[in-house]
């Protein structure tokens, strides 16, 4: 962010710098709720953190030596290290927006990291205060009562300094945050280039640690005596709009013609009151840069500074460019104190900077705004008056207007000149206060759109999902799965399984244990060998699924477990089968579908448990079924293989055109590969197309590829595909009326194909 990107020229050469900062997120992944960024933070951070805040409250909080239980570390220490990890979780967040190339993951990082310094200062304060009462508590239980009724008064004076505290503790905190940012910004500046910095005022900012609209003895110590209120001589948005109409009076763009570019000082009533509410872009660029109001009318600044370069000698350009600069400058103070004292604002601003004596005196009980009020406008000390008045019965101090009435006279009598020199001041002053405000408006609407999850649940939803920035130690990254970059999913779904439960229900036989020692047992231990997870089990089938992670490529093998899977699963099932004919219990048929999908699926938790969403899951559940007339057509006969595959001609039917051409499945003791994963395949492992002659499984060719891939153990398991055209069928009989151009493909388990193959295996 360059906060000099424009600049503006107005009479006698004087060249404005817009301020301009941004902090854009946009092009980063929304999280698990769809409208914030989540952010996870280290958990080795947090809790240092956590540890040097409660120490800084409990040295900001000004508590008794008996409240100052717990226990104190070598500080220096303490605060090195604390640094030392903010410029490590910093660097890992620059380091993510190099991989990445995308500079708005720094900017994540470093608003996610101010977030987390003010949700944990306000955290530990009310553990603070926790700590405070219990205390006060076991005080009570011993029975001292002075002792316990003096530590409750103290304990209730602190409560009410809590914003102070607060302001206090985030004001050193910052400190240490803002030198270890700065450390990190050369590196940044290498990375990204100086024009993308966050500038250092945005965190080095006083207004992010106290209310929106802080109170009056706030904006004396840190900027100027401005208040929020319709009823406040010095109304913050009455003199923004005065400032702001008046710098777009004055300020043109460099790049318009010569003519336009060298311009006069014109009448702030061209204008006219709507000049104070509608919004100058650049007139609200050049006030938030405070430089511009040395630049524009701090005369004095420049005479002194043309003093200076004639008792030095100096160019007699230079001294010109100062002598025309001071006179521009002497304009421009003229006219805008014309318009300040039309506005009447401008009493309230020389009294601003003169009240402090009287604020000691009498704040409390009046408020610094009621002394602004008396000391620069007769017309409101009736009301202060009456005020008093009333205040005076309730006042623990004694309240003289000596000192009100002689800040108001000595104000009365200021010259012009010095009135001028205020004029300056405060303006600088006032730019200042404006740039922070703004800025922490930026900061506020770029926290509000970060989440920072704490429940595990909700991190685990949003890591799972691939929505979760994580900026953490190295040491804190060993246990953490790498992101998921795409998966493979089997389907096994048991044919007839009601047949077979009222089957085994009318022999008095347990059809669930046949279920989980045929079907289930066999897949789970399995699972582990082929590198899968279980998706979910429903009733009578089973979904599997093999994932790929990112910089894993010696696993990137998705496709192909899957398919060795799927063929163990068969084999094992006819295994089992055997066994059951011996013993006269029913055979389970299975049909398998196998589908990829090159992206990551969506989790998310019912509870703990994981559910999945996956394209890939719908398209392995139709690769897995049977249609019921082609499984009552094809059941006494013989067939070569388990899977066919055939497309419905639905010409001559009537809305033909709007009708699709379903495809139709026989698969018992079959599985299907989805084309997608068919190409997969091909990328993972080498493939061999061999167009087998096997008379005995049938007359034509069959085109087969065969490969061999490695298991999780370490082992090697041969794989062979089969590819078959897709026929074109009547609906009503079947017959192949012509073999269309689409393709399926079935892994085999045939064994007289493995046997057609073995020669592959002695091959160098």
């Known amino acids: 962010m360059d906060p000099s990107a424009n600049t503006y020229r107005v009479e006698g050469g004087l060249h404005l710098s817009a301020y301009c900062v941004e902090i854009p997120l946009e092009k980063l992944k929304l999280g698990a709720d769809n409208l914030r960024y989540d952010v996870f933070i280290s958990p080795e951070f947090i809790k240092i953190t956590d540890h040097i805040v409660l120490q800084m409250i409990m040295k900001h909080s000004r508590a008794s030596r008996p409240l100052l239980t717990i226990r104190k570390d070598n500080w220096h220490r303490e605060i090195s290290r604390f640094k030392d990890l903010c410029r490590k979780l910093m660097t890992n967040a620059l380091n993510q927006a190099k991989a990445l190339q995308e500079v708005q993951v720094d900017y994540l990082a470093q608003v996610a990291m101010v977030k987390l310094l003010m949700e944990r200062v306000n955290n530990r304060l009310e553990a603070a205060f926790q700590h405070f009462k219990n205390v006060v508590r076991k005080q009570e239980v011993s029975h001292r009562s002075e002792s316990h009724l003096k530590l409750r008064e103290e304990v209730l004076e602190i409560t009410k300094r809590r914003n102070i505290i607060i302001r206090d503790v985030c004001t050193e905190l910052f400190l240490y945050f803002n030198e270890a940012r700065k450390d990190i910004d050369e590196l940044r500046a290498l990375n990204f280039g100086e024009e993308w910095l966050l500038p250092a005022e945005l965190f080095d900012n006083p207004l992010l640690y106290t209310d929106f609209h802080p109170d009056d003895f706030f904006m004396m110590k840190n900027y100027v005596l401005v208040g929020h209120r319709l009823e406040d001589c010095l109304n913050y948005s009455t003199v923004n709009g005065i400032l702001q109409s008046f710098l777009h009076t004055i300020a043109e763009e460099d790049d318009r013609s010569p003519a336009d570019t060298q311009v006069g000082i014109h009448d702030y009533h061209a204008y006219g009151p709507a000049g104070r509410s509608s919004s100058h872009t650049v007139a609200d660029r050049l006030l938030k840069n405070p430089g511009n109001m040395d630049l524009l009318f701090n005369y004095p600044e420049t005479r002194r500074e043309s003093a200076k370069q004639r008792s030095e000698n100096g160019s007699r350009g230079d001294l010109k460019t100062l002598t025309s600069r001071a006179k521009v400058q002497k304009k421009l103070i003229r006219k805008v104190y014309k318009i300040l ?424």
């Open 341 to 764: 004292k039309r506005e009447n604002v401008l009493k309230g601003i020389v009294a601003t900077y003169e009240i402090e004596d009287a604020i000691k005196s009498c704040c409390p009980p009046l408020m610094p705004q009621d002394v602004l009020h008396y000391t620069a406008y007769a017309r409101s000390r009736k009301r202060i008056n009456r005020k008093i008045s009333r205040l005076k019965p309730y006042s623990d101090k004694p309240l003289s207007m000596a000192k009100l009435k002689k800040t108001a006279s000595r104000i009365k009598w200021f010259s012009k000149r010095k009135k001028k020199l205020r004029i300056i001041r405060f303006l600088r002053d006032f730019a200042r206060y404006h740039r922070d405000l703004c800025n922490c408006r930026l900061y506020r609407e770029a926290a509000d759109c970060i989440n920072l999850p704490e429940e595990e649940k909700d991190i685990r939803l949003s890591r799972d999902n691939h929505t979760l920035y994580e900026f953490i130690l190295d040491r804190e990254q060993i246990a953490r799965k790498k992101p998921v970059i795409n998966h493979a999913v089997l389907k096994a779904d048991v044919r007839g399984s009601t047949g077979i439960i009222e089957q085994m229900k009318q022999k008095g036989l347990n059809p669930a244990s046949n279920f989980s020692l045929n079907f289930f047992e066999p897949i789970n231990n399995l699972i582990s060998v082929f590198g899968a997870e279980k998706v979910f089990i429903e009733g009578d089938a089973v979904i599997l699924s093999v994932f790929e992670h990112e910089g894993e490529p010696d696993r990137w093998y998705g496709v192909a477990r899957a398919c060795g899977l799927a063929a163990n699963i068969l084999l094992v099932v006819k295994r089992l089968n055997h066994k059951n004919r011996k013993n006269n219990l029913p055979r389970l048929d299975l049909g398998i579908g196998i589908s990829f999908s090159p992206s990551a699926p969506t989790f998310f938790y019912d509870g703990n448990n994981q559910i999945m969403i996956s394209p890939a899951i719908n398209e392995a559940d139709a690769l897995s079924e049977c249609d019921h007339a082609l499984q009552r057509r094809f059941k006494d006969t013989r067939l070569p293989f388990n899977l066919y595959v055939y497309q419905i001609d639905t010409s001559g039917m009537e809305g033909a055109e709007f009708l699709p051409s379903p495809l139709i499945r026989y698969n018992v003791m079959g599985i299907e590969l989805s084309a997608a994963g068919f190409e997969k395949l091909f990328d993972e492992i080498f493939l061999k197309r061999i167009e087998a002659k096997l008379p005995e499984i049938q007359k034509e060719p069959v085109v087969i590829y065969t490969g061999k891939f490695p298991t999780v153990s370490g082992g090697y398991q041969r794989i062979i595909v089969r590819e078959a055209d897709i026929p074109l069928v009547s609906p009503r009989d079947f017959s192949v009326k012509h073999y269309t151009d689409r393709k399926y493909y079935e892994i085999c388990t045939h064994p007289a194909l493995y046997e057609y193959v073995k020669p592959l295996d002695k091959q160098p």
